[in-house]
Each structure stands twice: as structure tokens, then as C-alpha cells.
Nanobody, 124 residues
């Protein structure tokens, strides 16, 4: 069983930065693939980024490549999402998620555990 707590969201102007954190519980954190997803009002939950258990493999949704960076600190059992050059279209609730297998990391249906979400609002 893994429990995830998201934090770090807020209101920022376009072009600004935020760093989201996802603190996890559980002794097997390093075995989990971690993902970040976001959900804007009226839209489905969408993939943002994923990182393998050891941190050596990362993937990003095309619109955030070069702006967002996913990382993890297995000693602190925390995963991060550094978001730079934020745009109004990045406004959403952001969720971290964990799964046992790396395959199909873009699909939210394959993740076993979810954080409660943190609101990110980017003003123009």
C-alpha cells in the first residue's frame, strides 16, 4: 500500500515557475513508476510526465517538453515536477500517481495509487 500527498500548487503569472512535490509512504517506493497527470475543468485526466523506479528513464507529454522536469529522490521517497515557463493552458489540478509496472505509463487507468491533487493556476 502506498499513500501519496501532493503539494506545491498555487497561482503564478505566465512565464513563472512552480515545483510540485509528491511525498509517498511505503518501503518499496523505489520499485514504483511515478507519474504526474493533470485535469482541467471539463476535460479528462491527461498524462504529463513519468519516471522509472530508479529515475533513469523519463517521458513527457509533448506540450511540456523542455519546460517541465520530473525527478525523484528515493531516499526522501518524494517525486517532483519542476514547471518552468508556465502558460495559461497549464492551468489544472495536478495529480501524482504510482504503479508497479512501467508499461503503458501514459494511461491513468494503469496506475494503482493517486495523490489528492494540487491546483495550479497560471494567469495571463
Amino acid at each position: 500500500q502506498v499513500q501519496l500527498v501532493d503539494s506545491g500548487g498555487g497561482l503564478v503569472q505566465a512565464g513563472g515557475s512552480l515545483r510540485l512535490s509528491c511525498a509517498a509512504s511505503g518501503r518499496t517506493f523505489s520499485s514504483y513508476t511515478m507519474g504526474w497527470f493533470r485535469q482541467a475543468p471539463g476535460k479528462e485526466r491527461a498524462f504529463v510526465a513519468a519516471i522509472s523506479g530508479g529515475g533513469g528513464i523519463t517521458y513527457y507529454e509533448d506540450s511540456v517538453k523542455g519546460r517541465f522536469t520530473i525527478s525523484r529522490d528515493n531516499a526522501k521517497i518524494t517525486v517532483y515536477l519542476q514547471m518552468n515557463s508556465l502558460k495559461p493552458e497549464d492551468t489544472a489540478v495536478y495529480y501524482c500517481a504510482a504503479k508497479n509496472q512501467f508499461w503503458d505509463f501514459r494511461s491513468p487507468a494503469t496506475y494503482d495509487y493517486w495523490g489528492q491533487g494540487t491546483q495550479v493556476t497560471v494567469s495571463s
